[in-house]
């Protein structure tokens, strides 16, 4: 396994001891820095922060570059006493002194973690996709109905035909039918304000 070790802001962290658990469990170490992240090497297999309070310590685009690699947070600090909100970007935490058999087992289920973590950003972000076209379909049902006085089936079908007439996906044709109707009605707000 290869292991991105970035160096902490922190001066009062060792590097060290996080290196020697690190080569103990087999890994091979690379150090980086916190603030150099868009050099990362797409063949690193997990990174480890060195932080006391990394959730202060690291901004919102060094987080998001992060997140595409497993992310394991190297606790260094008295007392083990972690808020949630501390740790619910990180797919493991490593401490002083874990014996290697820990510090292997730490990596293989954060591998995992951040694999799982990935299929539910991803299914979260088709969810999002198909939502966003519900609603267009459902707001261009909503001005058929309006407009032409028909039920809301009528308007479904009317958006599905005219979906299958010009070869394209019904969400499609309903944003180009809300767009348009917008675009309309903005001439009628002009003459409504004048009048």
Not at 166 to 172: D, F, H, W, Y
């Amino acid at each position: 396994m290869l292991t991105l070790l970035l160096s902490s802001k922190d001066d009062n962290l060792s590097k060290d001891d996080c290196k020697q658990i690190l080569t103990s469990a087999d890994c091979q170490v690379q150090h980086g820095s916190i603030d150099n992240l868009s050099g990362l090497s797409p063949d690193v297999d997990a990174i480890i922060i060195q932080s006391l309070f990394p959730s202060t310590s690291l901004s919102k685009e060094q987080m998001k570059i992060l997140l595409h690699f497993p992310l394991l947070w190297y606790w260094e600090g008295a007392s083990p006493d972690i808020s949630p909100e501390e740790t619910h970007h990180f797919d493991g935490l490593l401490f002083p002194n874990m014996p290697s058999e820990s510090v292997r087992l730490t990596l293989n289920n954060s591998l995992r973690n951040h694999r799982h973590r990935i299929l539910l950003q991803k299914d979260n972000d088709k969810l999002a996709y198909q939502l966003e076209e519900r609603r267009w379909v459902d707001r261009a049902k909503s001005i058929l109905r309006e407009e032409r006085n028909i039920t809301e089936q009528e308007a479904y079908t009317f958006l599905r035909k005219q979906a299958m007439d010009e070869r394209r996906r019904l969400p499609e044709v309903a944003a180009s039918l809300v767009q348009f109707h917008k675009m309309l009605e903005k001439p009628r707000e002009a003459e409504h304000i004048r009048g």
